[in-house]
């Protein structure tokens, strides 16, 4: 049987912002912006392509590189997917940066900051689990997905099926993001405080 005070631990708050929210926030503070907004397409490309790398090589993979490329379609999809949520696309992000709207550049970039985070955490919360109880122990899976409800039941949103542990046991991914959203917006909701 996998152990829930295990996986409680490595999925405390405190623990999630020492290993992935404080680099990453420091990485998004540490970033230097000289203007907050862009001429043109091409200068919204090079400064998200630019961050997208700046902050990857300090806290995904720390001395690492990745190529201009990759690190733009990277960008670009996270962007995508904040101003989907939005309804808007990678044409609101360049329309907010040209033309300063919702904090113009400054805003594009906290959202890409935001998103890297949002995948970093899904990524540890993936691994954190996968090391609790294989990922072909079907039965080990559905016993701690039922701990792990009973215990966080109350931060998961309405969308859990609470009553159906093994609904996740193939694919937990929506009980992650779940979890994940959870705790960003109760952190969200004590810094407004």
Known sequence: ????????NALQEATLARRIGIPHDEARASYPLHSNTVRDWREFE????DYYTYHYTRCVSP??????TEALGQAKEILEQVYRRRRSDIVGAFNDARDGTNAGLRGVLDNLADGMKTHSTSRYVRDV????????DFEGKVALIR?????FGDQLSE???RNRPERYAQ????LVSAYVEGL???SAMFRRL
């Not at 001395?63 to 201009?68: H, P, T, V, W």
């Open 184 to 186: 960003r917006e109760t």
């Open 171 to 174: 694919d937990y991914e929506d």
């Open 129 to 136: 689990w996968d090391s609790r109880v294989a990922p072909n």
């Open 46 to 49: 090079n400064i998200i392509a």
């Open 63 to 68: 001395g690492g590189s990745i190529s201009r």
């Open 147 to 151: 701990q792990f409800i009973d215990r």
């Open 1 to 8: 049987m996998a152990d829930i005070d295990g996986l409680v």
């Open 159 to 161: 969308s859990v099926q």
